[in-house]
């Protein structure tokens, strides 16, 4: 019996070891099966980063499916069940690094578009692939630098589908319709080195800081909105001290993050920090990262479109969710107004025996038949 040409595909792309930045040949894979569907193929390649932008069609309105080709690094390989990138299929699941992150849901890219085209070869609109092997690294030269060149000759999209491993419990249970923001500083705060028997010639930026640490830890940022939880403020470091422990420290270093919906700005967040560190009579020096603006699909056409595919296919109500951490949505909604994500369950991703449900990667091909089935008829 031969194999379900999703599972194929996705084994196929599996056995290519393509750690972040390097694509291993997965794009020349996915370009032989679109070639004869009738995509033309343009790589948008930077920093040593494989981009591909294939079409199919000049006509409005444009779906595209976006993913990348890059995996994490598998880890120990001894503590695989079988080598991390020889996929293998045991009780029902397929192994290997990517099977859910997002391999699978390139196949199924893929299998969904030929089994569209083979029924509906006279469809309205056009179909895209945007593809990176960038996603899992810094992510500065992948999907964004297709953006920017779609952008500067005026390229739109319509509806855009990622692949990014969304599902909780089983396939469907949960669509991303957006992302919270991320917004980084390192903050130094400013004292006075000095002996630690004699305090009252020093100040301690660690004791200074604390209060205001104290008020920021508590504060409300914002209530968050209809899709969003309210915007979170974290510590992830604080570095201070010489080594010694008779030594009071010159200055501490805190670096914090906030996870921001879109019921805030980036600029009002730095504003109310700093009038907190203000407050408190501080002397200090931030600098700023913002490392990914929030995106939100409230409703529209690509949304019912998806929760009726899934409710056909799988006979469930999915769940509408933005939780998680950032994807490569927050650079494609700068073009395009209606940006998911769409993929297998999430339990396994980045972790030794990575899988992904075998009759999931026929369900999700088909999920994504019925999606351009009604955007495109």
């Known amino acids: 019996m031969p194999l379900d040409p999703t599972l194929a595909l996705a084994e196929q792309l599996i056995a290519c070891p393509s750690v972040t930045p390097d694509d291993k040949g997965c794009?020349?894979?996915?370009?032989?099966?679109?070639?004869?569907?009738?995509?033309?193929?343009?790589?948008?390649?930077?920093?040593?980063?494989?981009?591909?932008?294939?079409?199919?069609?000049?006509?409005?309105?444009?779906?595209?499916?976006?993913?990348?080709?890059?995996?994490?690094?598998?880890?120990?390989?001894?503590?695989?069940?079988?080598?991390?990138?020889?996929?293998?299929?045991?009780?029902?699941?397929?192994?290997?690094?990517?099977?859910?992150?997002?391999?699978?849901?390139?196949?199924?890219?893929?299998?969904?578009?030929?089994?569209?085209?083979?029924?509906?070869?006279?469809?309205?609109?056009?179909?895209?692939?945007?593809?990176?092997?960038?996603?899992?690294?810094?992510?500065?030269?992948?999907?964004?630098?297709?953006?920017?060149?779609?952008?500067?000759?005026?390229?739109?999209?319509?509806?855009?589908?990622?692949?990014?491993?969304?599902?909780?419990?089983?396939?469907?249970?949960?669509?991303?319709?957006?992302?919270?923001?991320?917004?980084?500083?390192?903050?130094?705060?400013?004292?006075?080195?000095?002996?630690?028997?004699?305090?009252?010639?020093?100040?301690?930026p660690i004791h200074l800081a604390a209060p205001a640490i104290a008020e920021l830890a508590a504060t409300t940022w914002d209530q968050g909105n209809e899709f969003f939880p309210p915007t979170t403020w974290q510590i992830s470091n604080i570095h201070a001290g010489t080594g010694a422990n008779n030594v009071i420290p010159g200055h501490v270093d805190i670096l914090f993050n906030f996870r921001f919906s879109t019921a805030s700005t980036p600029g009002e967040l730095q504003h109310k920090l700093c009038a907190i560190l203000d407050r408190h009579g501080l002397d200090y020096e931030i600098a700023w990262t913002l490392g990914a603006k929030p995106f939100l699909t409230g409703g529209g056409e690509l949304v019912e479109a998806s929760l009726n595919a899934i409710r056909e296919e799988l006979g469930i109500d999915s769940e509408l969710?933005?939780?998680?951490?950032?994807?490569?949505?927050?650079?494609?909604?700068?073009?395009c107004p209606q940006v998911i994500e769409i993929g297998p369950v999430n339990a396994t991703i980045h972790k030794i025996n990575e899988c992904v449900e075998i009759a999931a990667l026929t369900q999700l091909s088909s999920i994504y038949r019925r999606i351009l089935e009604q955007l495109l008829p």
């Open 321 to 335: 969710s933005t939780t998680g951490g950032t994807s490569d949505g927050r650079f494609i909604a700068e073009l």
């Open 27 to 204: 794009m020349a894979i996915i370009e032989a099966r679109l070639k004869p569907l009738g995509f033309t193929f343009e790589y948008i390649n930077r920093g040593g980063v494989t981009n591909l932008w294939a079409r199919r069609g000049n006509s409005a309105p444009l779906f595209c499916f976006a993913g990348h080709t890059d995996v994490v690094p598998p880890g120990p390989a001894e503590q695989w069940l079988t080598p991390p990138f020889t996929p293998s299929q045991h009780d029902g699941f397929l192994y290997g690094r990517g099977a859910a992150d997002m391999k699978g849901s390139l196949a199924a890219f893929v299998t969904a578009t030929e089994a569209f085209l083979a029924q509906h070869p006279d469809h309205s609109g056009s179909i895209a692939f945007l593809l990176t092997s960038d996603e899992e690294g810094d992510a500065v030269d992948g999907t964004v630098a297709v953006i920017e060149s779609l952008q500067a000759r005026g390229e739109r999209m319509d509806y855009c589908l990622v692949g990014e491993p969304t599902a909780v419990s089983k396939l469907g249970d949960m669509v991303k319709n957006g992302r919270r923001g991320s917004l980084s500083a390192r903050l130094t705060i400013k004292g006075i080195q000095g002996h630690i028997a004699y305090p009252h010639l020093a100040k301690n």
